[in-house]
């Protein structure tokens, strides 16, 4: 399984920093995290799919909307890397039980202490990350912010 | 010569009532195109309503809401094909590509 926060890494690196996580099975439709929970953990999913979703308010009610689905060798929940340290999705294996490893906060901020090179290369490939869903939530605002204007002027 | 009379009589009269019976009616029938002839010009006053894109047309049955549940898998749908189009966009930056049209039902 190759994880896309590990990108770069050497083989013995990659095995390092996975050493200073834990196994989690996530069942089917159990949350691994809430929105608003403290994030102390970032997970990379080794099997099965992770769903995000935001909740939205749906003909009075408050419903969990889809906004986007990871699959194994992709990371989910880098706001325990980023202040205020508090998820900004909630979580979910949809269909079937998914598998993560939940890397530490704190075991990550040693490691990159004691290993700079590494925690370098992990700190971009985050970036990679981060700036990927920005870049793609920037474009469908904007496209989303483009039918509403047309609507709008017609 | 009295019954000749007699029988004049009766004919005058007879022409005479046939004459008024026959005024009255004619003075009925103008009266009743008198109104008819009104009757349109109320209905004037309102403006037309056949056939025009104007009239608001009010469905004899509210619409059918969907399910929440299909409602919530539209949404989904939708999102996963903008999501789609906008990784189409950053892996080749066009304005064609910023500015496609989604076919989503969604919006459509």
Known sequence: ?154 | MDMLLIGLCLGVFGVVFVALAFGAAMHSESWNSTVQSELPLVKAAVPARFFSQRVPITPAVPPLQVPIEVLLLQIENHVRMEQAAAESFLASPTHDLLHSKTTSPFVN
């Open chain 1, 1 to 154: 399984m190759t994880h896309e926060l590990l990108n770069g890494l050497s083989p013995i690196e990659a095995e390092l920093v996975l050493e200073l996580g834990t196994k989690q099975i996530v069942p089917s439709g159990t949350p691994l995290f809430r929105l608003g929970d403290p994030a102390d953990r970032l997970f990379l999913i080794e099997r099965g799919r992770i769903r995000l979703t935001l909740p939205m308010q749906v003909r009075g009610r408050e419903e969990d909307v889809f906004v986007e689905e990871r699959s194994p060798g992709q990371t989910v929940g880098w706001s325990a890397l980023i202040p205020p340290y508090r998820f900004t999705l909630t979580a979910t294996a949809p269909l079937f039980e998914a598998e993560v490893i939940a890397l530490p906060r704190e075991a990550l901020r040693k490691y990159f202490a004691a290993n700079p090179e590494a925690g370098h290369k992990i700190a971009l490939n985050l970036a990679v990350v981060i700036g990927h869903r920005l870049q793609l939530f920037q474009t469908m605002w904007l496209r989303e912010m483009q039918r509403t204007v047309e609507v709008r002027s017609a």
